[in-house]
């Protein structure tokens, strides 16, 4: 997961929640915690594996969660925790979503640049255990 791999507390959250959410037919895509701020934000990105999540199922979720994480209590500073859908521009976070996308139109954010660059547009065309590989269409 993207927020999960950058952050150690949305990795710790992402590992406590992870079971519960996929136990209730749901999928983590993603975990991002955003302090600095008066109040930090830990924002669940939360989907079904088939895609189509509805408001009603993520307010259920909202409150199952939260529930949740005043049990384990991961954070033990003041934030609001918002869930959410991934939408239309999902961040892709597991291979499984890598694969899902080949053939499809993808924007590649790297963590260090390439060739003075860190943000790409192109066509996903290959996932391997290295890594991804796409036709860049934005030289």
């Not at 053939?103 to 954010?109: E, L």
Request: net charge positive; proline share 5%.
């Amino acid at each position: 997961m993207t927020g999960a791999k950058l952050n150690p507390i949305a990795a710790k959250v992402a590992e406590l929640l992870e079971s519960h959410i996929e136990r209730l037919g749901f999928e983590l895509v993603d975990v991002e915690y955003k302090s600095g701020t008066r109040n930090a934000i830990l924002r669940l990105l939360i989907d079904r594996p088939q895609g189509r999540v509805a408001l009603d199922e993520l307010e259920t979720l909202s409150r199952a969660l939260g529930d949740l994480l005043d049990v384990y209590d991961p954070i033990a500073s003041r934030y609001t925790l918002e869930v959410a859908s991934p939408g239309i521009n999902r961040p892709l976070t597991k291979r499984s979503h890598f694969e899902a996308h080949i053939g499809r139109r993808v924007r590649v954010k790297t963590s260090r640049p390439r060739d003075g660059r860190k943000f790409f547009l192109g066509t996903l065309n290959a996932v391997t255990d290295d890594g991804i590989e796409a036709l860049i269409i934005n030289p």
